[in-house]
């Protein structure tokens, strides 16, 4: 079964960018959610889609947006850039939410 | 609210023993604990549910106390490869079970 998988794995971005993410969670998974993390911070919650609609969003600011498609496939938009959205992003995808979650291995992000 | 994890970091010998402690203001429905190597992605170690149910991965075993609104993670003569940060994530009853992390426990294990 294959897993968790996050495109690109690497990125750098000027100030004042968009930029697109990509996450594919495992066949037959519904629940994706999206994390950042940076030295220090944890894990900070973005937000989690189930079957298409956003379930939960954690206390980011607007430019940080995400959409799920009906095959569970899930894209996270930052508009915008800031050097301080430099980290790593994470997707989880379970079964459903109350589940165990299975990581990618993340997209690492460099603003500059 | 996130979880409360302590301590922060830990430095062991290969072969000693340690306890994660994993605390929430909110009543606990669900305590899940995951590791992290640098570098690689966070990895499903257990899930504790409602009842104080103790669970256990290889020499890697956790509790969860209810009424103390607590997990601990135990972990018995320790290997090298037990390195890495510890995260217990908590469910937020109030938002749609949410998942939410703490802050994590740096764990190095050394020869």
């Known amino acids: 079964k294959a897993g968790v998988t996050q495109t690109p794995r690497y990125l750098i971005k000027t100030r004042g960018q968009q930029v697109t993410l990509s996450c594919s969670p495992i066949?037959?998974?519904?629940?994706v959610s999206w994390y950042q993390q940076t030295p220090g911070q944890g894990l900070q919650f973005l937000f989690e889609?189930?079957?298409?609609?956003?379930?939960n969003k954690g206390n980011f600011p607007g430019r940080f947006s995400g959409r799920q498609f009906s095959n569970s496939r899930s894209e996270m938009n930052v508009s915008t850039l800031e050097l301080g959205d430099s980290a790593l992003y994470l997707c989880?995808?379970?079964?459903?939410?109350?589940?165990?979650?299975?990581f990618g291995q993340g997209t690492r992000l460099t603003v500059v | 609210q996130q979880p409360v994890q302590s301590p922060q970091a830990v430095i062991l010998r290969e072969g000693e023993d340690a306890v994660i402690n994993c605390s929430s203001s909110?009543?606990?429905?669900?305590v899940h604990w995951y590791r992290q190597k640098h570098g690689e992605a966070p990895v499903f170690l257990m899930i504790?549910?409602?009842g104080g149910e103790q669970k256990g991965h290889e020499k890697i075993s956790a509790s969860f106390n209810e009424k103390k609104q607590q997990s601990s993670l135990y972990l018995t003569a320790s290997q090298l490869s037990y390195s890495g940060t510890y995260f217990c994530?908590?469910?937020?009853?109030?938002?749609?079970?949410?998942?939410?992390w703490g802050a994590g426990t740096k764990l190095i294990i050394k020869p």
């Open positions: 989880a995808s379970s079964p459903q939410g109350a589940t165990e979650a299975f």
């Open positions: 066949s037959g998974h519904r629940s």
């Open positions: 889609y189930f079957s298409e609609t956003q379930r």
């Open positions: 909110k009543a606990l429905y669900s």
């Open positions: 504790l549910l409602k």
């Open positions: 994530g908590t469910h937020d009853m109030d938002s749609n079970y949410q998942l939410i």
